[in-house]
């Protein structure tokens, strides 16, 4: 069967340019994946050290923290107190549920306002953003940014 100029020539780059489109389309940078700036981080299993609260570094001392869980309840620790409750994330936005905290009394007047401001801003729906190892929470009250911990998988192991 003899193939016409232009179906060979078709054929011939189809043949060849497929495999090609395939491969670069595969390297490609998804919007939102790593190396494209910014990224939705998926939370569940995640550890985080706060390093700013509304812009400022946090006050002296061991720096507040949270786990997210596999289980969707978050856990950590805002400076005086330790805090828990459940969140959910779909896509950038995650929604916090009541979070409950300890009850001591901080000693330090600094470190209790910026354990109430930490925990004012994670109180309902926020967005979050992923740049490189910063992990950036907005929420109607303020900002916090926190870096990624040690790699570590959170949750019950069955």
């Not at 003899?2 to 090609?20: C, E, I, N, S």
């Not at 306002?113 to 109607?140: C, F, H, K, S, W």
Request: aromatic share 6%; charged share 15%; hydrophobic share 35%.
């Amino acid at each position: 069967m003899k193939t016409g100029t232009r179906h060979g020539w078709f054929g011939y780059a189809l043949h060849v340019l497929a495999p090609v489109v395939l491969i670069l389309a595969g390297c490609a940078t998804q919007p939102g994946s790593p190396g494209s700036g910014f990224s939705t981080p998926e939370l569940a299993g995640t550890r985080w050290i706060v390093t700013s609260i509304d812009g400022r570094a946090p006050v002296r001392g061991p720096s507040p923290t949270a786990d997210f869980g596999q289980d969707g309840r978050i856990n950590g620790d805002a400076g005086c107190n330790s805090f828990s409750g459940p969140f959910i994330q779909t896509g950038t936005t995650v929604q916090f549920g009541e979070l409950l905290s300890t009850r001591r009394a901080c000693v330090d007047a600094d470190r209790q306002q910026q354990e109430t401001r930490l925990l004012d801003i994670l109180q309902g729906p926020t967005t979050v953003r992923l740049n490189r190892d910063r992990l950036t929470v907005r929420g109607a009250a303020g900002s916090v940014v926190l870096t990624q911990s040690e790699p570590v998988t959170l949750g019950y192991q069955q």
